[in-house]
């Protein structure tokens, strides 16, 4: 299923996960998905080499479980910058195989390790390719508080239309911890033309470690309300954990009293978290 027909009956509520690091077993990520299944996602999205890391082809592999397996829609996340356009040919044609109809069509991060293969310059060129090359329902990643590499809001937006322009049917934001940068955004999106779904990206933040790799990768603002509860308790495991799930419930409350198009939990491949928000917004989201 074209996950972007879901918008039309209901509040979607879909995760996150990553596959396992290859020194962790690959059967970590089935029982973690297993674990998931049981909170109804509208949808399981898988990361791909996150952080700019070369190839990953465990991605493709745990979509087509998720979807084959445990019968839950999934998402591929499809990152360019390192693939030239015979490789993405070649992968849409493993996503078609595999039943996989929706990707995440992304440029993916710059990493000085690895030089980019230049066939995509940007994910607007992705998404135009992929639409060009299969009946595909795209999803495109954007920035409440805009990406670091814009040199302005204003132009970051300009390029999301472009994404828009080129053929994706919706949108899932960078995680934010202040809901303003995502009600400004919506505004600005609004303003520039942009109407399709928009699902808002959370994350749990459950331990400092995570924070300071978040702050590192996204960039992102961390409020004065954040980080005093996250100074507060950051000698406390447990309690750091709990204030991070209620934080997080707490923004989730506000955006879909606020009329969110849908909820995209960055689960950090973690079910009891993921369960503890469930548990806490599962009557809103149908309400
Ligand atoms: P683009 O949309 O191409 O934007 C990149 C920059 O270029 C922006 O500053 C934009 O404003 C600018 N730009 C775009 N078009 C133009 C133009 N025509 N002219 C001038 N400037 C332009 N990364 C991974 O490696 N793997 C993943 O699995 C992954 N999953 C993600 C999931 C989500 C929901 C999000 C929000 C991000 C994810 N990322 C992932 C991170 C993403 O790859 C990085 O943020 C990356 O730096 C930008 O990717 P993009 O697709 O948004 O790029």
């Given at each position: 299923?074209?996950?972007?027909?879901?918008?039309?009956?209901?509040?979607?509520?879909?995760?996150?996960?990553?596959?396992?690091?290859?020194?962790?077993?690959?059967?970590?990520?089935?029982?973690?998905?297993?674990?998931?299944?049981?909170?109804?996602?509208?949808?399981?999205?898988?990361?791909?080499?996150?952080?700019?890391?070369?190839?990953?082809?465990?991605?493709?592999?745990?979509?087509?479980?998720?979807?084959?397996?445990?019968?839950?829609?999934?998402?591929?996340?499809?990152?360019?910058?390192?693939?030239?356009?015979?490789?993405?040919?070649?992968?849409?044609?493993?996503?078609?195989?595999?039943?996989?109809?929706?990707?995440?069509?992304?440029?993916?991060?710059?990493?000085?390790?690895?030089?980019?293969?230049?066939?995509?310059?940007?994910?607007?060129?992705?998404?135009?390719f992929i639409k060009e090359h299969g009946d595909f329902n795209i999803i495109a990643a954007c920035?409440?508080?805009?990406?670091?590499?814009?040199?302005?809001?204003?132009?970051?937006?300009?390029?999301?239309?472009?994404?828009?322009?080129?053929?994706a049917n919706q949108l899932i934001t960078q995680l934010f911890f202040d809901n303003n940068y995502?009600?400004?955004?919506?505004?600005?999106?609004?303003?520039?033309?942009?109407?399709?779904?928009?699902?808002?990206?959370?994350?749990?933040?459950?331990?400092?470690?995570?924070?300071?790799?978040?702050?590192?990768?996204?960039?992102?603002?961390?409020?004065?309300?954040?980080?005093?509860?996250?100074?507060?308790?950051?000698?406390?495991?447990?309690?750091?954990?709990?204030?991070?799930?209620?934080?997080?419930?707490?923004?989730?409350?506000?955006?879909?009293?606020?009329?969110?198009?849908?909820?995209?939990?960055?689960?950090?491949?973690?079910?009891?978290?993921?369960?503890?928000?469930?548990?806490?917004?599962?009557?809103?989201?149908?309400?």
């Open positions: 299923m074209k996950i972007c027909e879901l918008f039309q009956m209901k509040k979607v509520f879909s995760f996150e996960v990553f596959p396992p690091r290859r020194i962790d077993s690959v059967s970590i990520i089935y029982d973690t998905i297993e674990k998931l299944k049981g909170l109804n996602p509208d949808f399981i999205s898988v990361t791909y080499s996150a952080g700019g890391s070369e190839s990953n082809t465990d991605t493709f592999k745990i979509a087509s479980a998720i979807k084959n397996n445990y019968g839950i829609e999934s998402v591929a996340h499809l990152p360019s910058i390192n693939h030239t356009k015979g490789e993405v040919l070649k992968m849409l044609e493993d996503l078609r195989t595999a039943g996989i109809e929706n990707i995440l069509a992304l440029r993916g991060d710059v990493n000085p390790s690895f030089s980019p293969k230049n066939d995509f310059k940007f994910a607007s060129d992705l998404i135009s920035y409440p508080e805009g990406h670091f590499e814009s040199p302005s809001i204003i132009d970051d937006i300009r390029n999301l239309k472009r994404k828009v322009d080129a053929g995502f009600y400004s955004f919506m505004e600005r999106a609004a303003i520039a033309g942009i109407n399709i779904p928009i699902e808002a990206g959370i994350m749990p933040v459950v331990n400092k470690k995570q924070i300071e790799r978040i702050v590192a990768l996204c960039r992102v603002n961390l409020p004065k309300k954040f980080l005093a509860i996250m100074n507060r308790y950051e000698n406390n495991p447990e309690a750091l954990r709990d204030a991070g799930i209620a934080y997080a419930v707490d923004q989730i409350i506000d955006l879909i009293a606020q009329g969110v198009d849908g909820i995209h939990l960055y689960t950090m491949n973690n079910p009891y978290i993921a369960h503890r928000i469930y548990e806490a917004i599962n009557t809103l989201l149908v309400a």
